[in-house]
């Protein structure tokens, strides 16, 4: 058999490669549709140039300079046997893709200063775990620009300005940071929980189908009325102008606190990077965002 | 809409030609990476009376951290898409007055301190497409140097020599215009209109 710790490491190591380099296909499509049916000049011009420098970074360049802080979504199924591997298996691909593939050094101490060179150290990479039923990992590798990071935003608001106060947080954001964020976007909305619950709901929404509706219609409603009115915005791709602000917005919610109403915006840029494997218990690899060539 | 194929250094009369919507390809080897803490140390050394490894005058000076790597013992550009510009808000204005860069390139647009000292100086600001770090690498042909680099590979001061790199978009020019604030009035005059989507009220 295989060495679990490796086969871990490896394909990490290809899903650190392909989401700096590829994004996923359904990303790509929304891009190119958006070039297709924007009038406005300087936003055909942007997206255009969106488009050429996918296809450069394809042949294995990082198409974007700030390849993100390393953030990792693993669910570890309770019966996957080698839960211990894991860790040590994330943080050593990191390394090994900060030097190979590679990847912009991004982890710098905030309170003596320095950057530690191979996007490791302290907490860095961040693992979000969740244990699941099954004998199976699923890792997806999530680098996060920090253009995008810098606009994300909680709000603690009074429940009395109710659901349209929560969507006027989310329009009246975007109106704020205009195409700071590398738009056009994608925005995930958390609603609910608390303040970290709603944040972490709302950068989870950012890993979900662009095609995918909330299966609650009044939640589905919601994305659809935000994604409308911020589009209405003129804002455009690069805030330049343009019917091209957002790609997509995607909504959840957690039952909240009689006296709260949090709301968690998190903010992608269009170059949305993630990449998804799951290795089962035997060590068998399928990548999913990125499948292997002939699969 | 003028498009222009310039070469470093640029003079004062030929930045001050650019207007916003003119599109600039730079060829040449005074291109300049300066993020916040290059911009901070650069003002330092002009406080301090010390000479910057680099002269800025005529320069074009771009908000990015780039991506690079060594091959063959020679640094290489992989990916060098721009930052986002206003972080550098704070210090942008003393620097082109005391360093007379001509061309500013980033994203996102800057603010009212810097229009004026673009106006004052005689040099324009550009934005390059957020996020293609790869299409951008192509016109920055060589690293002839990596100075400061205790600032680490982001926020250290990178000599480029650039052949045909763009298009650069101006964006903000030495008459007073900025696109950027065009899109704030234009953002503005329809968020009556946005607002009517969510049954939202001012």
Same mark, same amino acid.
């Given at each position: ?12 190591? %290809?899903?650190?490669?392909? !989401? ?27 997206? !255009? ?45 990191? %390394? ?83 195409? =700071? ?31 995918? =509706? ?41 039952? %909240? ?39 | ?18 207007? @916003? ?113 790869? #299409? ?10 990596? #100075?400061?680099?205790? #600032? ?7 000599? @480029? ?42």
């Amino acid at each position: 058999m295989e060495d679990p710790y490796q086969v871990i490491h490896d394909t990490t190591f %290809r899903l650190l490669k392909k !989401s700096a380099t590829e994004l996923p296909k359904e990303i790509k499509e929304a891009l190119e549709a958006a070039n297709e049916r924007e009038t406005n000049e300087t936003a055909k011009t942007q997206l !255009s140039a969106i488009l050429t420098n996918m296809e450069i970074a394809e042949t294995g360049v990082p198409m974007c300079q700030d390849t993100g802080i390393m953030i990792f979504y693993v669910k570890v199924g309770d019966k996957f046997p080698f839960i211990g591997e894991i860790k040590n298996a994330l943080t050593e691909a990191t %390394r090994k893709a900060t030097a190979e593939v590679p990847l912009r050094p991004n982890a710098v101490n905030p309170i003596v200063g320095g950057n530690s060179g191979d996007n490791t150290g302290v907490k860095i990479p961040w693992i979000n775990w969740e244990i699941v039923e099954g004998d199976s990992l699923e890792i997806v590798a999530f680098p996060k620009g920090g253009g995008s990071e810098n606009v994300c935003i909680v709000g603690m608001l009074k429940p009395g300005v109710g659901l349209t106060g929560v969507k006027k947080l989310v329009v009246d954001n975007a109106m704020s940071y205009m195409g =700071k964020a590398c738009a056009p976007n994608i925005i995930g909305v958390g609603i609910g929980g608390g303040s970290d619950i709603a944040i972490k709901i709302a950068k989870q929404q950012l890993m979900r189908p662009l095609s995918d =509706k909330h299966p609650e219609p009044e939640v589905a409603k919601i994305e659809e009325e935000i994604m409308e009115a911020i589009n209405a915005t003129g804002i455009g791709p690069m805030g330049l102008g343009g019917s091209t602000t957002v790609l997509g917005v995607k909504v959840d919610y957690a039952m %909240r606190h009689p006296a709260s109403l949090p709301v968690g915006i998190a903010v992608q840029c269009w170059a949305a990077r993630q990449s998804k494997a799951v290795i089962s218990k035997d060590l068998k690899v399928t990548y999913v965002t990125h499948p292997m060539e002939g699969n | 809409m003028v498009e222009y194929h310039l070469t470093t250094p640029i003079s004062e009369d030929d930045a001050r030609k650019l207007k @916003i919507g003119d599109i600039i390809y730079v060829t040449g080897e005074h291109v300049y990476t300066a993020r916040d803490e290059a911009h901070e140390r650069a003002l330092e050394m002009y406080e301090k009376g010390e000479k910057t490894p680099v002269d800025f005058e005529g320069s074009v000076v771009y908000h990015v951290g780039p991506l690079a790597w060594q091959k063959d013992g020679k640094w290489k550009v992989v990916s060098a898409g721009p930052t986002t510009s206003v972080r550098m808000e704070l210090f942008e204005d003393e620097f082109l007055r005391k360093y007379k860069a001509r061309i500013l390139v980033g994203k996102g647009g800057m603010g009212q301190k810097t229009l004026a000292a673009l106006k004052e100086v005689g040099a324009v600001y550009t934005s390059y497409t957020g996020g293609c770090g790869a #299409l951008a690498a192509k016109g920055l042909k060589e690293v002839t140097a990596y #100075l400061w680099q205790d #600032l680490g590979m982001p926020e250290a001061l990178w000599v @480029i020599t650039a052949e045909e790199f763009g298009p650069l978009l101006v964006t903000m020019d030495s008459h007073g215009n900025s696109m950027h604030d065009d899109m704030d009035k234009k953002v503005a005059a329809r968020k009556a209109e946005v607002y009517s989507k969510i049954g939202a009220k001012e």
